[in-house]
């Protein structure tokens, strides 16, 4: 029973060492989200950490879901963060404006993802001038 005791301590005491002294990561966040209908753009305010604010943001359309009873599709889409493995150091915010034409259906119900944990939904209507 000791040399189990012992062994555990030996593989996890450097691994608690590890996560008090280095940086973690923190995972992407929205400040707003709203939709832009001047512009046909979503426009978030993403909040996230690094080393620099020079992170450049896109977006990854999934598939339009049709659901019993809804008037509108779903899509979700997750923002991808470019230095994604960017050591949290600093606090950053910015406004970034994401073209709407590669959407996949509208009108739709987007779901906004950039973490598991992080999300928003917003209505986009129909694109003006289409029946």
């Known amino acids: 029973m000791y040399h189990w005791i012992r062994r555990c301590v030996s593989v996890a005491a450097p691994l608690v060492v590890l996560s008090i ?14 939709y832009d209908p001047a512009r046909d753009q979503l426009v978030v305010t993403m909040v996230y950490r690094g080393t ?6 896109s977006l990854q359309w999934g598939q339009c879901n ?17 230095q994604w493995q960017d050591v949290a150091r600093q606090n950053f915010k910015k406004t970034t404006r994401f ?3 590669d959407i996949p259906c509208r009108p739709a119900k987007v779901t906004i ?5 992080f999300f928003y939904t917003v209505s986009i209507p129909a694109k003006s001038g289409t029946n």
């Open 99 to 101: 073209d709407l034409s």
């Open 21 to 34: 002294l280095c940086p973690r990561a923190m995972a992407d966040n929205f400040g707003a989200v709203r």
């Open 66 to 82: 049709q659901r019993p009873g809804e008037s509108r599709p779903e899509v979700s889409v997750e923002i991808l963060d470019s």
């Open 113 to 117: 993802r950039s973490a598991p944990r």
């Open 52 to 57: 620099n604010p020079d992170h450049v943001f």
